[in-house]
């Protein structure tokens, strides 16, 4: 690789007698990885699934090359996040008991999100993204993992966490940063780096802390994490975070390396904020009338426990617990989207397809075959009529509504294979 001279040097004065072990890492192929999605299934379950999946401990696997997940209908059905193993590793640090509610600041494209949404099924994610096409994909990506008690925001850390006040009990701030753990895969990220470059990042990263450590409450932990390897981005930081916050301490830190781990790289440090931890507190649910939407639940769905909140739109959604009101927040989605009322009836959602526990209860079972028939777009025979989930090896893959016979395919046409 045809790293700049002014990392190499610094690298090799960071590593010294290791450096020459970084470079020959360097040097080999990337290895491609992916998470099993607790939320669906467990690492165990995959590896039946998937034995070509080569699994490192955990949840995390490396693919197999070649390997091209948006033609596997296990990927499509959430089974998976595609992501690198050291990126696994941040959400990794978080403890977390599962009512407790927590915020991935700089949330897209949402592969530690999807874990953090793992740790706390009856809590709250709120996952942000400030750039709003990049907030629509990790929309899209929870929705396909089957996160339900999710509020996604696109909003600048600083006026969200203005208005959450110090709510939660983790904060995630996976920090935008030059990029050093992705020269392997990404020439691109080395042509972009510079010293200067990495001092920008920094400065960056410190008005990100700042306002994340708004939402922190007393006894609460703040997660920091970097795909560099520069101890301005990553050590620096955190001294500099500890003396201008004093009521936080560090409690662990972690580096990972091309050549100390299988993964690309990484850095996390975890903080606390002293004092006691008080319960989790979420504020009352304020309930909508949906005759539409509630007789569509009784009818077509399992239990479902949540508040239901119908928007003037025609959308209903079950909300999440939510520690603090939404008020003034730019939200692209607070729960899980049931469905919306069209010309006086209601029409269910690929969310609620794709969401955790299989809320549907008619479901049309397909082999891999007819999986990816249905991933194209096409009709398929069935003796189900009305609504249904289509699965595949017990994982939703979207909507579907028998008709005379006949499948009828209602899987968005943006998630259909080419």
Not at 70 to 91: C, F, K
Not at 122 to 135: D, K, M, T
Not at 157 to 168: C, D, H, I, R, S
Not at 279 to 291: D, I, R
């Amino acid at each position: 690789m045809n790293l700049p001279q002014a990392y190499l040097d610094r690298m090799k004065g960071q590593l010294g007698e290791d450096f020459d072990a970084y470079l020959a890492a360097m040097a080999e192929p990337e290895k491609r990885a992916a998470r099993a999605n607790g939320l669906k299934l467990s690492p165990e379950k995959l590896a039946e699934l998937r034995p070509d999946f080569l699994p490192t401990g955990g949840e995390g696997f490396l693919l197999p090359e070649g390997f091209a997940p948006g033609r596997d209908p296990l990927h499509a059905g959430g089974a998976y996040y595609v992501q690198e193993l050291s990126a696994q590793m941040p959400a990794s640090l978080f403890d977390l008991t599962p009512g407790m509610a927590v915020l991935d600041v700089c949330a897209a494209p949402g592969g530690k999100s999807a874990q953090l949404a793992e740790k706390v099924p009856q809590g709250v994610l709120f996952s942000n993204e400030i750039v709003p096409n990049r907030a629509n994909v990790l929309l899209g990506n929870l929705e396909r993992m089957g996160a339900k008690n999710m509020v996604i925001t696109s909003m600048d850390p600083e006026k969200l966490t203005a208005l959450t006040g110090p709510v939660f009990d983790g904060v995630l701030v996976d920090a935008p940063c030059a990029g050093e753990g992705m020269f392997r895969k990404d020439p691109g990220a080395v042509a972009e780096w510079s010293p200067e470059h990495v001092l920008s990042c920094a400065r960056r990263q410190r008005a990100i802390l700042a306002s994340a450590q708004k939402a922190v409450k007393p006894g609460g932990q703040l997660v920091y994490s970097t795909c560099s390897f520069s101890p301005a981005e990553n050590e620096e930081n955190v001294a500099w975070f500890l003396s201008e916050y004093p009521d936080f301490e560090l409690v662990e830190e972690r580096r990972l390396y091309p050549h100390t781990s299988l993964g690309e790289g990484q850095y996390a440090a975890r903080l606390r904020r002293r004092g006691e931890a008080p319960a989790t507190a979420y504020l009352a649910p304020k309930n909508s009338k949906a005759p539409l939407a509630e007789a569509f639940i009784d009818e077509a769905c399992t239990v479902l426990k949540a508040p239901l909140r119908l928007l003037p739109d025609g959308r209903a959604l079950l909300l999440p617990p939510l520690p603090c009101a939404l008020d003034g927040m730019r939200v692209l989605r607070a729960g899980l989207l049931l469905g919306e009322v069209v010309k006086g009836r209601f029409v269910p959602a690929h969310a609620l397809a794709m969401a955790s526990g299989l809320p549907l209860r008619q479901r049309v079972e397909l082999s891999a075959p007819d999986a990816l028939r249905y991933l194209h777009g096409e009709t398929l025979p069935t003796d189900v009529a009305g609504w249904c989930a289509v699965t595949h090896a017990g994982l939703a893959l979207g909507l579907g509504k028998g008709t005379d016979g006949i499948l009828k395919n209602h899987l968005p046409k943006g998630l259909r294979i080419l």
